[in-house]
């Protein structure tokens, strides 16, 4: 059974700094797409960032968010700077099978249970 974990949420000002991790069991993801979505109240579940071949980006968080992979402990991390309370949201993690790059929610199979991010102003 493949399960995804997040952690690392929590409640932070402006500014500063998140780093979320994803770990993943049941299922070996080093060949395949992994990314981060969020999903803010009153808001549909957006792209946040992805890594397969290459790292892939939305435009509102590209310039301060980062996400790397490490696959000798299959979990992916995404570090969050610069951080703005727009960014305040449940973050999920998502796998994908096959090293394809795509940022639509219905193209990942496995899915996290999310980790909140709040940010204050």
């Known amino acids: 059974q493949v399960q995804l974990v997040e952690s690392g949420g929590g409640l932070v000002q402006a500014g500063a700094s998140l780093r979320l991790s994803c770990a993943a069991s049941?299922?070996?993801?080093?060949?395949?797409?992994m990314g981060w979505f969020r999903q803010a109240p009153g808001k549909e579940r957006e792209f946040v960032a992805a890594i397969s071949l290459g790292t892939y980006y939305a435009d509102s968080v590209k310039g301060r968010f980062i996400i790397s992979r490490d696959n000798a402990k299959n979990t992916v991390y995404l570090q969050m700077n610069s951080l703005k309370p727009e960014d305040t949201a449940v973050y999920y993690c998502?796998?994908?099978?096959?090293?394809?790059?795509?940022?639509?929610?219905?193209?990942?199979?496995?899915w996290g249970q999310g980790t909140q991010v709040t940010v204050s102003s």
């Open positions: 049941g299922r070996t993801f080093s060949s395949e797409t």
């Open positions: 998502a796998g994908r099978v096959g090293a394809t790059f795509n940022p639509r929610l219905s193209e990942y199979n496995y």
